[in-house]
Nanobody, 116 residues
Framework: QVQLVESGGGLVQPGGSLRLSCVAS?????????MGWYRQAPGKQRELVAT???????NYADSVKGRFTIARVNAQNTVYLQMNSLEPEDTAVYYC?????????WGQGTQVTVSS
């Protein structure tokens, strides 16, 4: 059984921070995968937030550059998304994504709400 399990979402005030976690299990090995975070707000398309490949190369959506950081800990088979200086526009369901060879997996999503 393969699985991506996300956690860390919640309610935070503008300017605050959250750290999302994605733990991979089964046959998913993040050390040989491209891992990513995507988000989808109500009524909007799912969009890329950040990715990190097996060599540690990262890329970010322009809207989150300088505020969000993606990182991985191979020994824990876990990918993190550190979100700082959060804005109401960051409110969305955040999804963990894994691409290992031709296999693509998605987590169940975790809600992030930025509001006063």
């Amino acid at each position: 059984q393969v699985q991506l399990v996300e956690s860390g979402g919640g309610l935070v005030q503008p300017g605050g921070s959250l750290r999302l976690s994605c733990v991979a299990s089964g046959s998913i090995f993040i050390s040989i995968s491209v891992m990513g975070w995507y988000r989808q707000a109500p009524g909007k398309q799912r969009e890329l937030v950040a990715t990190i490949n097996s060599g540690g190369v990262t890329n970010y959506a322009d809207s989150v550059k300088g505020r969000f950081t993606i990182a991985r800990v191979n020994a824990q088979n876990t990918v993190y998304l550190q979100m700082n200086s959060l804005e109401p526009e960051d409110t969305a369901v955040y999804y963990c994504n894994s691409r290992q060879m031709s296999r693509v997996y998605w987590g169940q999503g975790t809600q992030v709400t930025v509001s006063s």
